[in-house]
């Protein structure tokens, strides 16, 4: 049985659409990564799977729920850890848990010891009558993963966990998701790391201007785009002229910088002497050369026509909004 | 275990993390305990012959007089800051943590509205204690404070729902905050600081009708001279229709952001 199943689902706001007749269905126990730059419904859509937000189209349903017409039976189903983790910076951590486990209405009892536990888990026992406002942030996403994990839901949503986090703290939230689906909790992750979105999910669902773009396994995805491609990194100067002796090798992929030429080729390395010659002789230096497979941001350009880290790069903070 | 119980276990939770956070942040707390205190200082030190004018009630002291002033004033501002507090839960999106919870939505107001309840005990008891301390008498004893301490606590509640529909109708602690002059403005149009009958036209004519000068005359009533029924029953239901306005509006507001997000 599906754990979620969405069907034409949208929201406007006003005249603006923020979700435009999303379709998608996530099995029981699987991670599903919901991918897609700032601005592009993410978050609207968790909004309204988790009862936040009232769809303006379509339907929806969550542990078997209908998430307008039966919220609160959806709501004792699902964690929730919102993006920019919601938390009291005046509350110590051990409190924020145990109110989060009063709302689920857990027994006082149970729920301080539920409390203990999940601190434990996620390595906040020390820090746990320190005040939230003094944590570090992978510390904050850790302790709002706990208060999401205190009534064992059988959904989890992740909205962006891991955005704005180092390395090392990213890599923890990774591994308590692994091992928290590993337990048999369904995961709904939004991200935009595409890295995020390849190590973490089953199935992955790319979503553009409100639209799903693509929707699969990233295996299968990134076969769909087939052919690895030659990443070169050139003098800006020399940038046209590579463009013209690439482009009779293999086809041109929009570039990520000023710097670089992407040229896809159907044999891979064994393409890679070709181009070497073909630069040579044209009098082209390269600065580096580099053989990249297919990956999320190959199957973002092709569905988009733009990078997704480079549309992350590009976008002002804060803008487009989202809900 | 019931609804109702799971209900009131989790408005005695908010309430508490309510009263924690107001203690936690100095900001918040200042304008209920400190402002109220200095200002009950100054005006007593500064204008204690008042007693003296034609048309002043009689009273033991000035400081008797203003202790009901003072206490409406810290019931003010308490219900002013429980807005500010939910509006800034708003913005950093707590209450969004609390609306994914299975529970009753209208449990978030009536928490922040204990907490508030609870400031407005806090308070009632902070100015009885300054007031005995300073040698003001409670003319009607105990009873009469006991029913100073209810009105108090009570009406801090109905104003806090005030504060908390403008919260939730605008989001914005910035704007709830902005409202703490009008609040100062609607108190001094009052009874609160001035007697009905010292006061000229318009004031007095607007003091007569204010609800608050209601409000304030029942908790005056039995520290300076003692329970009377009509004083006492006019506060009550002044603060029923406060509390009502509170409620409805604040229902109102929270549909509105439900369905809006």
């Not at chain 1, 890599?171 to 909790?185: H, M, P, S, Y």
Request: aromatic share 4%; hydrophobic share 45%; glycine share 10%.
């Amino acid at each position: 049985m599906p754990a979620i199943v969405v069907e034409g689902l949208e929201r406007a706001f006003d005249e603006v659409f923020a979700v435009q007749g999303v379709d998608l269905a996530v099995d029981e126990g699987e991670i599903y990564g919901f991918l897609g730059p700032n601005g592009a419904g993410k978050t609207t859509t968790v909004r309204m799977l988790t009862t936040l937000l009232l769809p303006t189209g379509g339907r929806a349903t969550v542990a078997g729920h209908d998430v307008v017409k039966e919220a609160r039976a959806v709501r004792t189903s699902i964690g929730v850890a919102l993006q920019e983790a919601a938390l009291d910076p005046l509350m110590t951590g051990r409190e924020l848990i145990r109110l989060q486990a009063t709302l689920q209405g857990i027994p006082t009892a149970e729920g301080k010891r539920r409390a203990d536990d999940l601190l434990e888990r996620v390595d906040l026992a020390e820090a746990a009558d320190r005040r939230v406002g003094d944590y570090s942030g992978g510390m904050q996403r850790r302790l709002d993963l706990a208060a999401a994990l205190v009534h064992e839901p059988r959904v989890l949503f992740l909205d962006e966990p891991t955005t704005g986090l180092d390395p090392v703290s990213r890599k923890t939230i990774w591994e308590e998701v692994r091992a928290l689906n590993d337990e048999g909790t369904t995961v709904f992750l939004t991200t935009q790391y595409l890295e995020e979105a390849d190590q973490l999910a089953d199935n992955v669902g790319i979503i553009d201007s409100g639209r799903i773009v693509a929707e699969g396994t990233p295996e299968s995805l990134k076969a769909e785009i087939g052919n690895p491609h030659i990443q070169l990194t050139l003098d800006e100067g020399s940038i046209a002229r590579a463009e013209e002796v690439c482009g009779g090798i293999g086809k041109l992929l929009p570039p990520k910088d000023g710097r670089t030429v992407l040229v896809e080729v159907e044999n891979g390395a064994a393409d890679i002497p070709q181009v070497v010659r073909a630069l040579d002789e044209a009098g082209i230096a390269v600065e580096s050369l580099e053989l990249v497979r297919p990956t999320l941001d190959d199957v973002f350009v092709e569905k988009t026509g733009y990078h997704l880290e480079q549309e992350e790069e590009e976008s002002p903070e804060g803008e487009p909004v989202e809900a | 275990m019931n609804s109702l119980a799971t209900n009131l276990r989790v408005v005695r939770a908010l309430g508490m993390r309510s009263i924690r956070q107001t203690f936690r942040r100095p900001q918040l707390m200042a304008p209920i305990i400190v402002f109220p205190t200095l200002l009950l200082a100054i005006q007593t030190g500064g204008a204690g012959s008042a007693i003296n004018l034609p048309g002043f009630p009689p009273v033991q002291s000035f400081l008797q007089f203003m202790l009901a002033g003072a206490m409406m004033q810290s019931l003010m501002l308490a219900g002013n800051s429980g807005g500010i507090a939910l509006a800034v839960d708003i913005e950093m999106g707590f209450t969004d943590r609390l609306f994914a919870a299975p529970i009753s939505r209208f449990t978030i107001v009536l928490g922040r509205l204990a907490g508030t309840a609870a400031l407005g005990l806090f308070a009632a008891l902070w100015f009885l204690a300054i007031g005995l301390i300073f040698g003001a008498e409670i003319e009607s004893g105990v009873p009469g404070a006991l029913i100073a301490i209810a009105l108090v606590t009570t009406c801090a509640l109905a104003v806090g729902g005030i504060g908390a529909a403008i919260a939730l109708r605008t989001g914005s602690a910035s704007v709830v905050q902005g409202l703490f002059p009008l609040v100062l403005v609607v108190l001094f149009i009052s009874t609160a600081f001035f007697p009905q009958d010292l006061m000229i036209e318009p004031a007095k004519t607007i003091a007569e009708y204010n609800p608050l000068s209601f409000v304030v005359d029942g908790i005056r009533d039995p520290m300076i001279s003692g329970i009377s029924g009509s004083e006492t029953l006019d506060a009550v239901l002044a603060i029923a229709g406060i509390a009502a306005l509170g409620l409805v509006l604040s229902a109102r507001a929270l549909r509105h952001r439900v369905r809006t997000g």
